[in-house]
C-alpha cells in the first residue's frame, strides 16, 4: 500500500509536467498564427528601415524608439522576439518532459525517488498503451533525443554542444579574445510529431494512474476488512 502511494506520489509529478507541456504547445500554436499575420516580419522591416534612416547599428532607444512606436505602434515582439519565444516555448517543453527521466529524490509514504528502476517499466507500458509500429518506434528516437538536448544545450552546457575558439590578446585590447558558437538542436526535432503525440502519452499516463489509484482503493478496503 505504501508503496503503491509512493508510485502515485511521483506519477501525479509528472501529469503536471504533462499538463504544463500541453499548455506550451498551445501557447507555440499561437504564436505561429501571430507570425503568419506578416506582423512581425512588417515591424521589423519598418524598424531596420528607420535604423538605416537614423544610420544606427543600434537597437533604438529612448526618444528614438518612442518616436517609432508612436508612429508606428509596438515593437514587440518583432520577428527576433517571435523567434526567441519559440526556442524558449520549445526548450521548456523538452525540460519538463525530461522530469519522467531525470533523478529525483522520494520521500517514504509520499512520493517514490526517480530513479531508471522506477520509471523504466511504467513508461514501458505507457508507451506501450500509447502507440504501436512506427509510431512507437519514433516515440523513443525522441525520448532519447530529448534526453540528449536537456543534459547538453537545454538544462546544462555541455562542451560537446559547443565550438570554442581562444585567440590571442592584443596590446590595445582589454580581456581575453574568444568565439563561442553553437547549433541548436531544437531545430531538429520534428515539433508536429511531439505535438500529435505528447497528448497520447499524457492520456496514457492518466489511464495507468487511474489503473493505480483503484488497486491502492482495493487494497485499503481488503486492509480494513482484515483488522
Request: net charge negative; proline share 2%.
Amino acid at each position: 500500500m505504501s508503496s503503491e502511494r509512493e508510485a502515485l506520489g511521483r506519477l501525479y509529478l509528472w501529469e503536471i509536467a504533462l499538463n504544463r507541456i500541453n499548455d506550451l504547445l498551445a501557447l507555440r500554436l499561437r504564436v505561429d498564427r501571430f507570425c503568419n499575420t506578416g506582423r512581425p516580419h512588417n515591424i521589423t522591416e519598418l524598424y531596420d528601415k528607420e535604423r538605416a534612416r537614423l544610420k544606427t547599428g543600434l537597437r533604438l532607444e529612448g526618444e528614438g524608439l518612442d518616436n517609432f512606436e508612436d508612429k508606428h505602434g509596438s515593437l514587440f515582439p518583432d520577428i527576433h522576439d517571435v523567434h526567441l519565444i519559440d526556442e524558449l516555448i520549445t526548450e521548456e517543453i523538452i525540460i519538463k518532459f525530461c522530469t519522467v527521466f531525470n533523478v529525483g529524490y522520494g520521500k517514504i509514504g509520499v512520493m517514490s525517488g526517480n530513479k531508471k528502476t522506477f520509471w523504466e517499466p511504467i513508461l514501458d507500458e505507457v508507451i506501450s498503451k500509447a502507440f504501436s509500429g512506427d509510431v512507437k518506434k519514433s516515440f523513443y528516437q525522441f525520448i532519447e533525443k530529448a534526453k540528449t538536448y536537456r543534459d547538453q544545450q537545454g538544462a546544462h552546457f555541455d562542451q560537446k554542444s559547443f565550438n570554442m575558439t581562444h585567440g590571442n590578446k592584443q596590446s590595445n585590447e582589454d580581456g581575453l579574445v574568444y568565439h563561442v558558437g553553437w547549433s541548436s538542436a531544437l531545430l531538429s526535432f520534428n515539433w508536429d510529431f511531439v505535438a500529435e503525440t505528447i497528448p497520447k502519452f499524457n492520456k496514457s499516463l492518466n489511464g495507468y494512474i487511474k489503473k493505480l489509484q483503484q488497486e491502492s482503493d482495493i487494497r485499503e478496503l481488503e486492509g480494513s476488512s482484515n483488522t
